[in-house]
């Protein structure tokens, strides 16, 4: 009799022990229901109870699994990976298998953690599946807005440097945008934009890499956090270098394409003619609209462009005079290395009307339109030495790059399938347009140019951190404002 009793009570405990474990079941499966409804971009360090997602091993290591990043209290944005980036290399690919892009495991979700003892952010970059990658090559911008700030322009640009393990450190800079009342009282709560421009490396590549893709491999997505994040540490930095003297020559000769038109100009004219000048001492030495290489300095240093220039110009040699060039647009537009561009294109009449306006305008790209970094670099050797030695005495200036942001083209998807001759046309010329080569070529030119003790007009971080004021559907120029802002401080309001 006391087998059974003890037998009945031991039965007794145990249903008891299973309904307390189902009740825990429950209020566990509904914590964890309430995390999920809850928008997961909310402020650092309140991201709980996300999805578990399954470990799989990814580039030769254990994927970190979601629970894993979670407890780090980051932020994820947006809060699902995105199908986009995806798709876009999935449609480049096509039935490619040896594609360059057939490894490519892009970028579809960030999740930035708390910030390093140096005071910045890090931002780790997610699949598809919502894992951890451990491979750089992400192209992004981001941008912090304050709550108070209503203006055109972020409140803070975060510096971006790749750690090349699927992390970026995020250094936040104050903008020093003329349309920012820098005397307001932040908040102290904002939100978080991203952009992001190109995944695994598409970026990076330079031309011909990528002429027989059809899209340019660029995603041009953006992810924007709730307005109730903590703001991140943000310094101040500074401007860039004053070139005051330049007020003072009696005449500004300018070299350049149409960047340096509007940098100098109010209106840019393709017949050379640039009225209403900014600076009341510039004018123009003539235009240059091709990438800079040893084929097409010689067009620069030819006595036919020169004589052009005295022909436009009652020159005086003795004055007080200076020369302004630059090149860097055009060289980052180039399709073509210079093997590639030798090249004979063919024509296929019988593909109709369209492939032939096609192959009309791809001629057109081509020709003598070649970039190669070291040939560049060379090519400004010459052409400097050459001024120096037509014009002994004048000041040689080199204004320098600025900054190519491809998400100043809205909703633009960068791929060849446009219907207008006008559409592919400009689709191509920003087929390898990235800030990362342009910041890159400012590097190089700059190392180079102060060597060669030739002043440049500093302007690529500027640029980067203003890329507000790029005109509108335009990834290369600027708005007035950054022109006339830049300007002002450069030539210390002297003018």
């Not at 892009?101 to 890090?122: H, K, M, N, R, Y």
């Not at 235009?287 to 084929?295: K, M, R």
């Not at 004979?344 to 009309?360: A, L, S, T």
Request: charged share 25%.
């Amino acid at each position: 009799m006391n087998e059974k009793k003890n037998t009945k009570t031991l039965s007794t405990e145990l249903k008891k022990f299973l309904l307390f474990a189902l009740l825990l079941f429950c209020l566990h499966s509904l914590l964890f229901s309430w995390g999920d409804s809850e928008d997961s971009t909310r402020s650092i360090g309140e991201v709980e109870g996300v999805k578990r997602k399954a470990v799989t091993k990814q580039d030769s290591k254990s994927a970190e699994s979601m629970q894993q990043l979670v407890e780090k209290k980051g932020l994820l944005i947006p809060r699902e990976p995105d199908t986009i980036p995806a798709n876009t290399i999935s449609r480049i690919i096509k039935d490619t298998p040896d594609h360059y892009l057939s490894s490519c495991i892009p970028t579809s979700q960030f999740l930035i953690v708390p910030q390093e003892a140096d005071g910045t952010l890090l931002l780790h970059s997610l699949d598809p599946s919502g894992r951890r990658k451990y491979k750089g090559g992400d192209e992004i911008y981001v941008t912090y807005r304050d709550q108070n700030n209503d203006s055109i322009s972020p409140t803070a640009i975060a510096r971006i440097e790749d750690l090349q393990n699927g992390s970026y450190k995020l250094d936040f800079v104050k903008s020093r945008s003329p349309k920012i009342d820098h005397s307001q009282k932040l908040a102290g709560i904002g939100s978080v934009t991203i952009y992001l421009h190109y995944t695994c490396f598409a970026g990076h590549l330079d031309p011909p890499s990528k002429n027989t893709w059809n899209a340019s491999g660029a995603l041009n997505t953006k992810y924007t956090s709730i307005n109730t994040l903590v703001a991140p540490p943000m310094r101040d930095v500074e401007m860039p270098k004053q070139l005051p003297e330049l007020a003072s020559y009696d005449n500004i000769y300018t070299v350049g394409n149409s960047l340096m038109g509007q940098q100098f100009y109010k209106k840019y004219d393709t017949r050379n003619e640039y009225p209403a000048s900014r600076m009341p001492n510039f004018h123009v030495m003539g235009t240059f609209g091709s990438p800079l290489n040893t084929e097409s300095v010689k067009k620069l240093v030819s006595s036919e462009f020169v004589d052009r220039f005295h022909a436009r110009h009652e020159v005086d040699m003795n004055a007080n005079n200076a020369i302004m060039v630059g090149s860097c647009v055009w060289d980052m537009m180039a399709r073509d290395s210079k093997e590639s561009n030798a090249d004979p294109i063919q024509k296929d009449r019988k593909k109709g009307r369209w492939f032939e306006w096609n192959v009309h305008l791809e001629t057109i790209r081509k020709k003598g339109r070649w970039f190669e970094w070291n040939d560049h670099l060379e090519a400004i050797e010459i052409w400097i030495t050459s001024l120096r030695n037509k014009y002994p005495g004048w000041k040689i200036y080199w204004k320098g790059c600025t900054s190519i942001q491809i998400h100043a083209w809205k909703d633009q998807d960068f791929s060849m399938s446009g219907k207008s001759i006008v559409g592919v046309k400009s689709v191509g010329s920003v087929f390898y347009t990235s800030y990362i080569r342009s910041q890159q070529l400012d590097k190089l030119q700059k190392e180079l140019l102060q060597k060669m003790e030739v002043p440049v007009m500093d302007l690529w971080d500027l640029s980067f951190d203003m890329a507000e004021f790029h005109r509108k559907g335009d990834t290369r120029h600027y708005e007035n404002t950054f022109y006339d802002f830049s300007n002002d401080h450069i030539f210390g309001n002297n003018l």
